[in-house]
């Protein structure tokens, strides 16, 4: 099954792929000059998802409450199984994610409430392809 990250994340968001990384091990001998590589194989690509959560009530802290629910359903992913993905008609295949960060707002904190009784939340958000 393909899950829309739209969907998930909401429409605030930027998602960028790096490309895959070469996966290898190198080994040094005593007494010798030089190492050996054994080459592993790639790793998939790195995804990576910022956004911003929006939390919506009549005071801030029924706002916050709402924000923060909305981030741990988020940090919910990160225990699930691999997926695969679509934004914007790319596909991104057997994805698993293994991070996510709150991104502190201009005063330092992480909760920035709005004239229009929002709190927003901007976050960064890694998994990676798993083939």
């Known amino acids: 099954m393909t899950f829309d990250l739209e969907?998930?994340?909401g429409e605030e968001i930027v998602v960028n792929d790096e490309p895959r990384q070469a996966e290898r091990e190198f080994t040094g001998f005593s007494g010798a000059s030089g190492m050996t590589s054994?080459?592993?194989?790639t790793r998939?690509?790195?995804?990576?998802?910022s956004?911003?959560?929006r939390g919506s009530g009549l005071t801030y802290s029924s706002s916050r409450q709402i924000a923060w629910l909305k981030f741990e359903k988020?940090?919910?992913?990160m225990y699930e199984e691999a997926h695969d993905y679509t934004f914007k008609g790319q596909e991104f295949y057997d994805v698993v994610w293994n991070e996510i960060k709150k991104i502190p707002n201009s005063q330092g904190g992480y909760y920035s409430?709005?004239?229009q009784k929002h709190v927003i939340?901007?976050?960064i958000m890694?998994?990676?392809?798993l083939i």
């Open 126 to 129: 890694t998994g990676m392809e």
């Open 44 to 49: 998939g690509k790195v995804i990576t998802v």
């Open 121 to 123: 939340v901007k976050f």
């Open 38 to 41: 054994m080459f592993h194989g």
């Open 7 to 9: 969907e998930i994340f």
């Open 51 to 53: 956004g911003i959560i």
């Open 74 to 77: 988020l940090e919910s992913l």
């Open 113 to 115: 409430f709005t004239s």
